[in-house]
């Protein structure tokens, strides 16, 4: 079993900055991928940012330029430093992290979600 603990979310007003962190913890041997992905009201999850062990990083375009993602390896644990939000970013924030078990098998994991609010 993995589990993935977020944290950081919250209501800010438009134009602050706020931090995701998730941190992934249980029978793991690697995680080779942990991103964010959100899902507003009435919309489908989407990709938001990720990072892989290798250190690549893929952001989605409205990302681009004001959300930093990034990994700490050691800890299994990836933030995501999002910085100038609008209103359109509020949404709830799932983490992601995907990898090998120490059993040897494949797993997909998503984490509980948090709510981010961005205030006009």
């Known amino acids: 079993q993995v589990q993935l603990v977020e944290s950081g979310g919250g209501l800010v007003q438009a134009g602050g900055s706020l931090r995701l962190s998730c941190a992934a913890s249980g029978s793991i041997f690697s995680v080779s991928a942990m991103g964010w992905y959100r899902q507003a009201p009435g919309k489908q999850r989407e990709l938001v940012a990720v990072a892989t062990s290798g250190g690549g990083t893929n952001y989605a375009d409205s990302a681009k330029g004001r959300f930093t993602i990034s990994r700490d390896n050691a800890k299994n644990t990836v933030y995501l430093q999002m910085n100038s939000l609008k209103p359109e970013d509020t949404a709830v924030y799932y983490c992601?992290?995907?990898?090998?078990?120490?059993?040897?098998?494949?797993?997909?994991?998503w984490g509980q979600g948090t709510q981010v609010t961005v205030s006009s």
């Open positions: 992601n992290a995907a990898g090998t078990t120490v059993w040897g098998n494949y797993y997909n994991y």
